[in-house]
C-alpha cells in the first residue's frame, strides 16, 4: 500500500538550533512532493514542493527539503529556527496514477522554546 | 473570494443525525477536493471535483458519505446516519486546474470540525 511516513511525531527545539524532520514515502516512479505547515488556529498553507530538477528545494521562511530518491526520502530542513516556527508539519506525495490526489503523513509537531 | 471558505467552523450534533458541510473555493478554481483529517492523523483524500462533476470519489469511506458541486463553485458534502467515527477535520482545498503541476498547487481551508455525540 502506499504510504508516506513521518517519523518524528513531536520535536521540542530552542531557538536558533538546526531542523530536520524526516520524511519517507513508498512509491515507486515519479512523485510529485510537498511541505505543508498549520501553525496554531490557522490553515494548511504550502511550505515548499518538489517536482522536477534540482533536488534541493527552497521554500518559504528559510525552509528547505532535498529529495533524494534513493533512499525515497524528502526531508526539511531548516538552519536556524525561531519561535513563530512552532506549527505541525505535514509531508505530502502525490501518488503515480492518482494525479488529482495527495497522501499525507500523520505529521510532525514542532516546539520551539524562546 | 480570497481564500476557499469553509462553514461551520464547527459542528456539533448527535449520532445518527444528518450533517452538511459547505466549502466555497478560490474564485476561479476548477479543482475541488475535501479530505477529512482524525485526531493525530495527517489528511486523508475524500473526493475530488473538476468542475461540476466527481472526478474521484475512492476515498469516501461508505455510502453514508456524499458530496456535489451543482454549479461547478460551491461544494456541499453531506454526511447521513453520523456515527461517532465520523468526528474528525473536513478540510476543503482547490486549485486552478487539473492534476498536480506547479500552476495547480492545492489551497485549504481552514476545516469544519465535526463532533458527533
Known amino acids: 500500500a502506499q504510504s508516506v511516513s513521518q517519523h518524528n511525531h513531536h520535536v521540542i527545539l530552542s531557538e536558533a538550533a538546526s531542523l530536520e524532520l524526516g520524511c519517507n514515502y513508498s512509491y515507486g516512479g515519479t512523485v510529485n512532493l510537498f511541505w505543508y505547515v498549520q501553525y496554531p488556529g490557522q490553515h494548511l498553507q504550502l511550505l515548499l514542493k518538489?517536482?522536477?530538477?534540482?533536488?534541493l528545494v527552497k521554500g518559504i521562511k528559510g525552509f528547505e527539503a532535498e529529495f533524494i530518491k534513493s533512499k525515497f526520502s524528502f526531508n526539511l530542513r531548516k538552519p536556524s529556527v525561531q519561535w513563530s516556527d512552532t506549527a505541525e508539519y505535514f509531508c505530502a506525495v502525490n501518488a503515480p496514477g492518482s494525479a488529482r490526489q495527495l497522501t499525507f503523513g500523520s505529521g510532525t509537531q514542532l516546539t520551539v522554546l524562546p | 473570494g480570497a481564500g476557499v471558505s469553509q462553514t461551520p467552523s464547527n459542528k456539533v450534533t448527535e449520532k445518527g443525525k444528518y450533517v452538511e458541510l459547505r466549502c466555497d473555493p478560490i474564485?476561479?478554481?476548477?479543482?475541488l477536493y475535501w479530505y477529512r483529517q482524525s485526531l493525530g492523523q495527517g489528511p486523508e483524500f475524500l473526493i475530488y471535483f473538476q468542475g461540476t462533476g466527481a472526478a474521484d470519489d475512492s476515498g469516501l469511506p461508505n455510502d453514508r458519505f456524499f458530496a456535489v458541486r451543482p454549479e461547478g463553485s460551491v461544494s456541499t458534502l453531506k454526511i447521513q446516519r453520523t456515527e461517532r467515527g465520523d468526528s474528525a477535520v473536513y478540510l476543503c482545498?482547490?486549485?486552478?486546474?487539473?492534476?498536480?503541476?506547479?500552476?495547480?498547487?492545492?489551497?485549504f481551508g481552514a476545516g469544519s470540525r465535526l463532533t458527533v455525540l
Open positions: 474564485s476561479g478554481h476548477t479543482a
Open positions: 518538489y517536482f522536477s530538477g534540482d533536488p
Open positions: 482545498a482547490s486549485s486552478l486546474g487539473v492534476g498536480l503541476s506547479g500552476a495547480n498547487v492545492l489551497t
